[in-house]
Every structure is written in structure tokens, then in C-alpha cells.
């Protein structure tokens, strides 16, 4: 099973879309802040196929939780959630994004429906263990 690292401040969209990709065959690690992400043990780490993370934090920023996962794992797929279209970020989260690189990291546009969540991740890190087991 895929396991999916979500991290959003708004406790309610947190919930639902860790239950969503539950649904879909995902395990999911949910957190609530830079502070709880960032110290998550190294071996569960380890195991998160895609950080699915919101850009703009009420206590600071997604990307900047993202660069500092990318230091210890280059490889992690990264999608970005905001409700800000990318030209008005901060201009310290688009440097920060420069930093990310273009390779494996998408960013998805608030609101967004649950069918082009799911699919935006079957793209970046293929289907969960359920949808798979249904489509065969």
C-alpha cells in the first residue's frame, strides 16, 4: 500500500482528503504543521511515496516544508495545493519552489473536485492498492 504524507492546516480538508485516498487504496500519515511534519521518525519517512502539501500554512509555509523534506529525500514526489494561483505566492515561496526543481512536483489549483485529486496522484505515484485490485 502507497502511503501519502498530507499536510494542511484546515482541519476539516486535512480529514477529508486523507479519507479520500484512504478509499482509494492509500495509506495516509496526516499532519497539521510544519513542526509535527518535520519530525516525523526517518523510517516513516521513508516510506511516504508523495507529500501532498498546501502552500500558504497559517504558521508559515508548505514549500518551505517541502525543501526540507526534498534535503533528505530528493526523490519524494511533491504536489502542491493552494488556493492562490502560483503568480501571486509570496515572493519567498516562489523562490522556495525554484528550489524544489520541476522534476516530480505538481501544483493543484483550490478547489479541486476528489475525481482530479485522485487522478493527480494515480499520475505522479500510480493507482492505490484498491483501485487496482477493482480494475482487475
Given at each position: 500500500?502507497?502511503?501519502?504524507?498530507?499536510l494542511?492546516?484546515e482541519?476539516?480538508?486535512?480529514?477529508?482528503?486523507?479519507?479520500?485516498?484512504?478509499?482509494?487504496?492509500?495509506?495516509?500519515?496526516?499532519?497539521a504543521d510544519?513542526?509535527?511534519?518535520?519530525?516525523?521518525?526517518?523510517?516513516?519517512?521513508?516510506?511516504?511515496?508523495?507529500?501532498?502539501?498546501?502552500v500558504?500554512l497559517?504558521?508559515?509555509?508548505?514549500?518551505?516544508?517541502?525543501?526540507?523534506?526534498?534535503?533528505?529525500?530528493?526523490?519524494l514526489?511533491?504536489?502542491?495545493?493552494?488556493?492562490?494561483p502560483?503568480?501571486?505566492?509570496?515572493v519567498r515561496?516562489?523562490?522556495?519552489?525554484?528550489?524544489?526543481?520541476g522534476?516530480?512536483?505538481?501544483i493543484?489549483?483550490?478547489?479541486f473536485?476528489?475525481q482530479?485529486l485522485?487522478?493527480?496522484?494515480?499520475?505522479?505515484?500510480?493507482?492505490?492498492?484498491?483501485?487496482?485490485?477493482?480494475?482487475?
Amino acid at each position: 500500500m502507497k502511503t501519502v504524507l498530507v499536510l494542511d492546516d484546515e482541519f476539516n480538508l486535512l480529514n477529508l482528503v486523507c479519507r479520500l485516498l484512504q478509499r482509494h487504496g492509500y495509506r495516509t500519515l496526516q499532519t497539521a504543521d510544519a513542526e509535527e511534519t518535520l519530525g516525523l521518525a526517518d523510517d516513516e519517512l521513508a516510506q511516504v511515496k508523495l507529500f501532498v502539501v498546501d502552500v500558504c500554512l497559517a504558521a508559515g509555509s508548505g514549500i518551505h516544508v517541502a525543501v526540507a523534506l526534498r534535503a533528505d529525500f530528493p526523490s519524494l514526489p511533491i504536489l502542491l495545493v493552494s488556493g492562490y494561483p502560483k503568480n501571486s505566492w509570496s515572493v519567498r515561496d516562489t523562490v522556495l519552489f525554484g528550489k524544489l526543481g520541476g522534476d516530480s512536483v505538481r501544483i493543484l489549483q483550490k478547489p479541486f473536485t476528489p475525481q482530479v485529486l485522485i487522478a493527480t496522484i494515480g499520475e505522479m505515484i500510480g493507482a492505490g492498492q484498491v483501485e487496482r485490485a477493482n480494475s482487475a
